[in-house]
């Protein structure tokens, strides 16, 4: 295919290769620093929740290459972290470090002759503060999403997604530790690279849901497992278990007669995996008073539907982006293929009902 019809049959091409070119170098920070991880590159946030060196070296570097890559964009975008800790006294170690790691990892890519001060990395973090909305275009990105993971040396994802007018239109997730091989037979063996590890996911809106190894390889299109009784299905949910109720997904699959025990992961990878069926369901019923955030689902929601899936709420809605950093949404988070939504979303919601 030509350039000029690749151009006419994805209308979001540019945005496109921005986002994968931004991701793939941000995961190239974050596999350093999981790799030599240390104690005191893990830092606590004031809600308590761990961020490390490399989620904000990862959302630099996705600021930095968005802007790079796109001058003629307007650029927004709503992202989890922000400066406001490393700005502190006694934090100068860390954002040394961080501007250290940002500076090699561009060095070492070759793609930008730049080197940046440490000003430029709080403000390349800060340009995250947007408050998304239902007008206009804005980047949502988790830099590190599982950050609980990459700390102990597991699943997470580097997750950007693109909202156009409210809609997401655009999701790339970086998988550095999710192999590229699918266990489901029919989205497996990618050519050579059969145990490479390292999958990257995108998908446009209308162009289908792809996969290619994280340090490049031919795309290949991924579609969700086709399983409609629930007795064949398993079901993916949180590694972390304060992150979503056992009790309930455990209700869940008993009603449905899941057999299957869940697989538990961390981050959005989830959403990757579904995405290309290596399971059939994914459940996420935070506990009360925990309100999503939208960098959680965005990239990884439009990996699930263009795939051929849905994502609901408890409600049965489609999930809602377009109010700003939070995801207004009733309780829970249903991912699955259409044959099994309409049965899960009714065990859920029984054992919502049977719980109160
Ligand atoms: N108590 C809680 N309940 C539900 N989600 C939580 C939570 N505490 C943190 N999270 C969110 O769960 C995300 C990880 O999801 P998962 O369990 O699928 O790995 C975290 O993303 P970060 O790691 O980006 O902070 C965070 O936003
Ligand atoms: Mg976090
Ligand atoms: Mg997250
Ligand atoms: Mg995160």
Not at 119 to 137: F, H, N, Y
Request: proline fraction near 4%.
């Amino acid at each position: 295919m030509s350039q000029l019809s690749e151009v006419a049959a994805n209308p979001y091409a540019a945005e496109l290769a921005a986002a994968k070119k931004a991701v793939v170098l941000a995961a190239r920070l974050c596999q350093i620093v999981q790799q030599g991880i240390l104690q005191s590159d893990v830092q606590s946030k004031a809600d308590r929740t761990p961020v490390t060196v490399a989620d904000y070296g990862s959302q630099v570097l996705v600021s930095l290459v968005l802007k790079k890559e796109l001058p003629s964009h307007s650029f927004s975008m709503v992202a989890e972290e922000d400066s406001k800790d490393l700005r502190k006294d006694g934090a100068q170690e860390v954002l040394e470090h961080i501007t250290s790691l940002v500076n090699e990892t561009i060095a070492n890519d070759g793609s930008y002759n730049m080197s940046l001060s440490k000003e430029d990395v709080l403000a390349a973090i800060d340009g995250g503060k947007s408050e998304g909305g239902p007008s206009g275009r804005h980047w949502i990105l988790d830099p590190i999403d599982g950050t609980k993971g990459f700390i102990r040396g597991d699943q997470y994802a580097v997750a950007l997604g693109l909202l156009d007018e409210g809609k997401v239109v655009l999701g790339v997730l970086g998988c550095p530790n999710l192999p590229l091989k699918s266990t489901n037979k029919h989205n497996g063996g990618y050519g050579s690279s059969r145990d490479q590890v390292g999958s990257l996911f995108f998908a446009t809106i209308g162009c289908g849901t792809e996969v290619e190894a994280l340090e490049g390889s031919d795309p290949q299109k991924i579609s969700v497992c086709s399983i409609n009784n629930p007795v064949d299905a398993s079901f993916f949910e949180s590694f972390e278990a304060s992150h979503s109720k056992r009790d309930l997904t455990s209700s869940i699959a008993e009603k449905l007669g899941v057999q299957a025990p869940p697989v538990r992961m961390d981050s959005q990878a989830k959403y990757g995996a579904l995405a290309r069926g290596d399971g059939a369901i994914f459940l996420r019923i935070p506990h009360k008073g925990y309100i999503e955030t939208v960098w959680d689902h965005v990239a990884g929601s439009i990996v699930v539907t263009e795939a051929g899936g849905m994502v609901k709420d408890a409600s049965g809605n489609d999930l809602d982006f377009s109010k700003g950093r939070y995801l207004d949404r009733d309780r829970g988070i249903i991912a699955t293929n259409k044959y099994l939504m309409p049965v899960v979303l009714k065990a859920l919601q029984e054992a919502m009902k049977e719980e109160q």
